[in-house]
């Protein structure tokens, strides 16, 4: 199975900052990785595939960027709404797995 | 507008069974591959269950397999998981999720709002 390794799992941050998410992946997966933002008592909400491709209606101050093993998410100028726990996850292979989460939170 | 609506969830004791439902509306059903997410309280997200549109090939977590069965109605649009033999960990919050093809690909957009199953004597 697929590790996913995410960091860090929690990032305080203040609204305006950059914000950066890594996740890293025990073998490559060729870019076959997403980003889901989950709000709390909400289902996730899928942000970005393929590592850089933004889902219709996401803002664009969500990008993805990496390849092989390592991934990064980053979110500039950070918004009240961007609030919210964070996950990678790989699509490249069964068993599908997900990174521990990363949950930005106010400073 | 694509609605998941998942049902079943209750508390039971160990050893026991259950079947989740996941009623799916606004787009064709069997063009699109499915699968089960939960996330235990408090926890990450894990991968449980997934299915083609056509059904014929189902895919299981190893922590379910055996244990778990899912399968899907085109007739009444539903998805479906039986859960049996089921422990303690099994405890979460279990979400229906539509995948993006056809085939299992694995990129679950949209998801329901959960049913929980709670596995406690």
């Known amino acids: 199975d697929i590790q996913m390794t995410q960091s860090p799992s929690s990032l305080p941050a203040s609204v305006g900052d950059r914000v950066t998410i890594t996740c890293r992946a025990s073998?490559?997966?060729?870019?076959?990785l997403a980003w889901y933002q989950q709000k709390p008592g909400k289902a996730p909400k899928l942000l970005l595939y393929?590592?850089?491709r933004l889902e219709t209606g996401v803002p664009s101050r969500f990008s993805g960027s990496g390849s092989g093993t390592d991934y990064i998410l980053t979110i500039t100028s950070l918004q009240p709404e961007d609030f919210a726990t964070y996950y990678c996850?790989?699509?490249?292979?069964?068993?599908?797995?997900f990174g521990g989460g990363t949950k930005v939170e106010i400073k | 507008e694509v609605q998941l609506l998942e049902s079943g969830g209750d508390l039971v004791q160990p050893g026991g069974s259950l079947r989740l439902s996941c009623a799916a509306s606004?787009?064709?059903?069997?063009?699109?591959?499915m699968s089960w997410v939960r996330q235990a309280p408090g926890k990450g997200l894990e991968w449980v269950s997934g299915?083609?549109?056509?059904?014929?090939?189902?895919y299981y977590a190893d922590s379910v397999k055996g244990r778990f069965t899912i399968s899907r109605d085109k007739s009444r649009n539903t998805l479906y998981l039986q859960m049996n033999s089921l422990r303690a960990e099994d405890t979460a919050t279990y979400y229906c999720?539509?995948?993006?093809?056809?085939?299992?690909?694995?990129?679950?957009?949209?998801w329901g709002q959960g049913t929980l199953v709670t596995v406690s004597s």
């Open positions: 999720a539509k995948d993006r093809s056809i085939n299992f690909f694995g990129l679950f957009d949209p």
């Open positions: 606004g787009f064709t059903f069997s063009l699109y591959a």
């Open positions: 299915i083609s549109g056509s059904g014929v090939n189902t």
């Open positions: 073998q490559g997966i060729t870019n076959s």
């Open positions: 393929a590592a850089s």
């Open positions: 996850q790989q699509h490249y292979s069964s068993p599908l797995t």
